[in-house]
């Protein structure tokens, strides 16, 4: 069925002072099924599919809202801004923005499909984080994805590295690196292909950094996209100050990648000292775990076996898209799954015999309604990203990114507001619906605090 790692021993961390925050994504007033990431089969199956942009928007704030009721330190960060009209411009379409929305429609409504689409919702994908602890200098570090691998999610890492420079100031805390040259041989898909593992958030860790694409040696993908090179992950550990002791890249199985696994987020997730994964996820899981109990005695592993749980099952449902969470007042793990695994008998049945075993660390799961999302092919780890903060980091963030009651009930009404209820990609030319979400973003962060990140702001 499934193994505990550590012989099934449960452990009891010391925890200094420091957190594990999660930074999730609010969901843009352009989200629609467009179609544009190949490789992810629920974004391609849902295809040209009317959306409803509220309702996707009000999904990721009921589970942000609910995280930050069951104690966790929960932040936001901000959709970008689309249609974005300085691609469009510096691709050679000019004249008022009404007008370069209806030629682009009429000769290119792929790129306009591109240049609206709402996929920064999906923050795992926004950078790679490296907290203070595991750092050379002592502070959190940032970098960016540059997205190389789809056009569309390409647009994205120049507003990110504002976003997240105004949620994070530089200086005695944050330290921002700017994303990796947007070539092929260095693509790079953020936190997506990362974890950490640790004894307590405070400690110094483990970083390991799962890749697609490595040496010509290596075997490759037939049918999809390899997205993170095994360069990008070396870059970045380097721009980071990582020890290389306590850094570990483990390449994804191309088989996977073919059966819709474009990140690992969608076949493994981790938390504290805990890897919870697909048995068919990595080429070689024995020299991961060997490399992290040597360096980790505490490291437990959960690995679901293909007789249990099939690939396809475990893309459908997200099941290891899952955020895997330690919740205040309790020892274990608690699972943050999609409303998909519930409805998947063998996925649900897993989830339950996992909970129900007492020498497994996952001892809980809650189910979220995120349809929205999970059509467009992103689950609950999809939406947030994680950022490991001391208490001194903590209080340096920009504190209207924290979700309060107080904060959620503002952002309910401001998408309530300013959010249509049905999206379908004819919409896109609509010179009325640029106005909305420029109007919409502008209030946005002033609810926020983050300052003018928006291009039509500067």
């Known amino acids: 069925m499934f193994g505990c790692g550590n012989n099934?021993?449960?452990?009891?961390?010391?925890?200094?002072?420091?957190?594990?925050?999660?930074?999730?994504?609010?969901?843009?007033?352009?989200?629609?099924?467009?179609?544009?990431?190949?490789?992810?089969?629920?974004?391609?199956?849902?295809?040209?599919?009317?959306?409803?942009?509220?309702?996707?928007?009000?999904?990721?704030?009921?589970?942000?809202?609910?995280?930050?009721?069951?104690?966790?330190?929960?932040?936001?960060?901000p959709p970008q801004e689309r249609p974005h009209i300085p691609t469009l411009k510096a691709l050679g379409f000019s004249g008022k923005d009404a007008d370069i929305l209806a030629k682009v429609a009429r000769e290119a409504p792929g790129l306009l499909a591109a240049v609206s689409s709402a996929s920064s919702m999906w923050t795992a994908n926004a950078a790679t984080v490296s907290p203070s602890a595991d750092c050379g200098d002592g502070k959190v570090h940032f970098t960016p994805a540059n997205l190389a691998s789809h056009l569309h999610r390409s647009l994205e890492p120049a507003t990110t590295a504002r976003a997240l420079a105004a949620t994070f100031p530089a200086g005695q805390h944050f330290v921002h690196h700017a994303p990796l040259p947007a070539t092929p041989a260095m693509g790079d898909e953020g936190a997506a292909n990362h974890t950490r593992l640790c004894a307590g958030y405070g400690d110094a860790g483990l970083e390991l950094f799962v890749y697609g694409a490595g040496s010509e040696a290596e075997p490759k993908p037939q049918?999809?996209?390899?997205?993170?090179?095994?360069?990008?992950?070396?870059?970045?550990?380097?721009?980071?100050?990582?020890?290389?002791?306590?850094?570990?890249?483990?390449?994804?199985?191309?088989?996977?990648?073919?059966?819709?696994?474009?990140?690992?987020?969608?076949?493994?997730?981790?938390?504290?000292?805990?890897?919870?994964?697909?048995?068919?996820?990595?080429?070689?899981?024995?020299?991961?775990?060997?490399?992290?109990r040597a360096r980790l005695p505490e490291a437990e592993f959960v690995e679901v076996a293909t007789k249990d749980v099939s690939v396809a099952d475990a893309v459908?449902?997200?099941?290891?898209?899952?955020?895997?969470?330690?919740?205040?007042?309790?020892?274990?793990?608690?699972?943050?799954?999609?409303?998909?695994?519930?409805?998947?008998?063998?996925?649900?049945?897993?989830?339950?015999?996992?909970?129900?075993?007492?020498?497994?660390?996952?001892?809980?799961?809650?189910?979220?309604?995120?349809?929205?999302?999970?059509?467009?092919?992103?689950?609950?780890?999809?939406?947030?990203?994680?950022?490991?903060?001391?208490?001194?980091?903590?209080?340096?963030?920009?504190?209207?990114?924290?979700?309060?009651?107080?904060?959620?009930d503002a952002l309910e009404s401001w998408v309530r507001r300013h959010y249509r209820d049905r999206l379908v990609l004819a919409d896109l030319a609509d010179p009325a619906l640029l106005d909305e979400c420029r109007t919409a973003l502008d209030r946005l962060t002033q609810l926020l605090g983050l300052g003018s990140i928006y291009d039509f702001q500067r």
Not at 29 to 36: S, V
Not at 66 to 76: D, I, K, R, S
Not at 250 to 264: A, K, L, M, T
């Open 316 to 408: 459908s449902s997200y099941l290891f898209n899952s955020q895997l969470l330690c919740l205040p007042g309790t020892k274990g793990h608690t699972l943050i799954v999609a409303q998909e695994c519930q409805e998947n008998g063998k996925v649900w049945a897993c989830i339950q015999r996992l909970v129900a075993d007492e020498t497994c660390p996952i001892e809980a799961a809650q189910v979220f309604d995120l349809r929205q999302s999970m059509h467009n092919g992103g689950g609950p780890a999809c939406l947030r990203l994680r950022v490991v903060l001391t208490d001194a980091e903590r209080t340096a963030v920009n504190p209207g990114s924290w979700i309060t009651p107080e904060r959620a």
């Open 223 to 292: 049918k999809y996209p390899a997205r993170q090179t095994r360069a990008a992950c070396e870059a970045i550990a380097r721009l980071h100050g990582l020890d290389g002791e306590r850094v570990h890249h483990q390449q994804q199985r191309p088989e996977v990648i073919d059966q819709g696994v474009f990140h690992n987020d969608v076949i493994a997730v981790g938390n504290r000292e805990l890897l919870f994964f697909h048995e068919e996820a990595f080429v070689d899981s024995r020299a991961l775990r060997d490399w992290t």
């Open 8 to 77: 099934g021993a449960m452990t009891t961390a010391i925890y200094p002072a420091a957190i594990e925050s999660n930074f999730d994504g609010l969901v843009g007033p352009t989200h629609n099924y467009a179609g544009l990431a190949h490789g992810n089969v629920a974004s391609a199956k849902n295809a040209d599919q009317p959306s409803n942009p509220r309702e996707a928007a009000l999904q990721g704030l009921r589970k942000m809202r609910a995280l930050a009721e069951l104690g966790m330190a929960q932040g936001v960060l």
